[in-house]
């Protein structure tokens, strides 16, 4: 991956639209990951640049990503997303995804196991009180470490807004013992 500037990373974190995707950026480089996990792509765009962020603070690391969506079969209310094409896009930014697709609730379920360790996870929700994962909850501590960091996504009140909200360790452990309802 070409590296990143600083002033690139300036105008990104300090100055890009909407105002909002700037504390992802900032984020990023405080927390410097490694292993990214995206539960639900909520725009590429953000997505490379936040990997570029990501390896710009990464001295000379690989960068680990992985992607999980719906890709083509995303509800009509949403932009679409083909696989080939999110492949093609990270690619071309000389990213080497796994994008798995699928609901991110069920198939966290298979590969939670390969991601342990992962320092930053990102969950999209369509809204501020929405569950992204519902049952998988039980398998996102297993995938952190004492220095992971979650956060979620969700819609701002303007459009092209988000709304980012980091969980903590209580609150993902609470989640991940609630009782779910099981499908008879």
Known sequence: ????????????????????????????????????????????????RLLQVA?????????SYTGIDCFEMRPA???????????????????????????PATALAGVANSLLETDLVLLTCESADSDPLGDAWFYLPRM?????????????????????AQLDQVEIERRSRAPRRRAA
């Open 55 to 63: 390896d710009r603070y990464a001295e000379g690391e690989p960068i």
């Open 77 to 103: 209310d949403q932009p679409t997303l083909g696989l080939k094409q999110a492949h093609q896009t990270l690619k071309q930014a000389e990213l080497r995804p796994r994008l798995l697709p699928g609901e």
């Open 144 to 164: 952190l470490h004492g220095g992971s960091v979650v956060l979620q996504i969700s819609p701002g009140v303007e459009p092209g807004e988000i709304q980012l």
């Open 1 to 48: 991956m070409s590296k990143l500037s600083r002033l690139k990373y300036a105008y990104w974190a300090y100055f890009s639209k909407p105002k909002s995707v700037r504390q992802l950026y900032r984020c990023v480089a405080r927390q410097q990951p490694r292993k990214v996990v995206e539960l639900g792509i909520r725009n590429l765009a953000d997505t490379v």
